[in-house]
């Protein structure tokens, strides 16, 4: 039985509304969850607390690339939710996350539901240096559901 390791490096970004040319990223961070505990002393016992579990938390998706000069619809959503504070409604979207393997073929995607931009920064500005001017696209969503495909082909073996 042969394993192949998943690489990091191919991936596909998809946002509702946007462009296909808008969701081309370099990096993407923040794919992770947490369960938390909490301590709980029992009454007579000192040896030792209970760590209980409470509710799973997120990280914010941090998404990086390259700005244009192209118009983008990405970036207006990140501008009308950051610049009108909240004169107006928080519009949500879900956004995608897919890992491609050598083929193009999705295995592994993370589904990010009901996410809204919470930052938008960019990379400093140096005369003395040639790089990319980078910005970084920050969101916060309720939760993430990963679609596997490895469960799949482990169900194969067993």
């Given at each position: 039985?042969?394993?192949?390791?998943?690489?990091?490096?191919?991936?596909?970004?998809?946002?509702?509304?946007?462009?296909?040319?808008?969701?081309?990223?370099?990096?993407?961070?923040?794919?992770?969850?947490?369960?938390?505990?909490?301590?709980?002393?029992?009454?007579?016992?000192?040896?030792?607390?209970?760590?209980?579990?409470?509710?799973?938390?997120?990280?914010?998706?941090?998404?990086?690339?390259?700005?244009?000069?192209?118009?983008?619809?990405?970036?207006?959503?990140?501008?009308?939710?950051?610049?009108?504070?909240?004169?107006?409604?928080?519009?949500?979207?879900?956004?995608?996350?897919?890992?491609?393997?050598?083929?193009?073929?999705?295995?592994?995607?993370?589904?990010?539901?009901?996410?809204?931009?919470?930052?938008?920064?960019?990379?400093?500005?140096?005369?003395?240096?040639?790089?990319?001017?980078?910005?970084?696209?920050?969101?916060?969503?309720?939760?993430?559901?990963?679609?596997?495909s490895r469960e799949s082909q482990t169900d194969l073996f067993s």
């Amino acid at each position: 039985m042969t394993y192949n390791l998943q690489t990091s490096f191919y991936f596909r970004v998809s946002v509702p509304g946007t462009g296909s040319s808008d969701a081309a990223f370099q990096e993407v961070s923040g794919l992770s969850k947490e369960l938390g505990t909490e301590e709980v002393v029992c009454g007579g016992e000192n040896r030792f607390k209970y760590r209980l579990p409470t509710i799973a938390t997120f990280q914010n998706l941090v998404l990086k690339r390259g700005v244009t000069s192209a118009e983008s619809s990405l970036i207006s959503w990140v501008k009308d939710t950051l610049d009108d504070g909240l004169a107006t409604a928080v519009q949500t979207k879900d956004i995608k996350v897919q890992l491609l393997d050598e083929n193009g073929d999705i295995s592994m995607s993370w589904s990010f539901v009901s996410a809204y931009p919470v930052k938008w920064s960019a990379s400093d500005l140096k005369s003395q240096e040639s790089e990319v001017f980078i910005e970084t696209l920050e969101f916060s969503y309720q939760y993430f559901e990963i679609d596997d495909s490895r469960e799949s082909q482990t169900d194969l073996f067993s």
